[in-house]
């Protein structure tokens, strides 16, 4: 049985985290990576247990890791609703998580020939939000207490 998940007391994301002081190791986690921000963009997601990769997509000639990290959320919610698995995910962005929340992307990256791609993504991703529901919890990644999250990519 999964642990039962309580919203932080302190802080102002009030995304909620494991309450079992760990993190659920039945769970995906996310995470993007940039060269420069912006930059050369990928993100991937994986099982937070073993670290066994599940999706890898990019890179994208120039993103950044805000949207990088929102959409390794949507594409793993959606994947996760195809497989009817109701698993959290964690993100260590609570920029991701707020826009997925919200079902808005606050971005400055300029729409054009580089960026088009990221952009239809990004278009696609809010589209997938606003007519599907989902349960899977999304949790913040306490890096601070648990160290970088598993499906980091190393870059640092």
């Known amino acids: 049985a999964l ?3 309580q919203p932080k007391k302190k802080g102002s ?3 909620p985290s ?3 002081g760990g993190p659920i190791l039945n769970s995906l986690s996310v995470d993007a990576a940039c060269s420069g921000n912006p930059g050369a963009l990928e993100y991937r997601g994986v099982f937070t247990g073993n670290k066994q990769e599940i999706f ?4 994208f000639p ?3 890791n805000n949207i990088g990290e929102f959409l390794a959320i949507v594409h793993g919610i959606a994947l996760l609703k195809k497989q009817n698995s109701t698993i959290p995910i964690y ?3 609570v ?3 707020k826009w997925v929340k919200t079902k808005d992307v606050r971005t400055k990256l300029p729409r054009n020939e580089r960026t088009e791609q990221l952009h239809q993504l990004i278009d696609r991703a809010l589209e997938w939000l606003q007519n599907n529901t989902y349960t899977n919890p999304l949790l913040k990644w306490e890096t601070d207490r648990w160290g ?3 499906a980091d990519f190393g870059r640092k």
């Open 3 to 5: 642990p039962i998940c």
């Open 13 to 15: 994301n009030n995304f």
């Open 18 to 20: 494991a309450s079992s």
């Open 56 to 59: 890898r997509i990019g890179p």
């Open 62 to 64: 120039y993103g950044t």
């Open 91 to 93: 993100s260590d962005s």
């Open 95 to 97: 920029n991701a998580l």
């Open 148 to 150: 970088e999250i598993p």
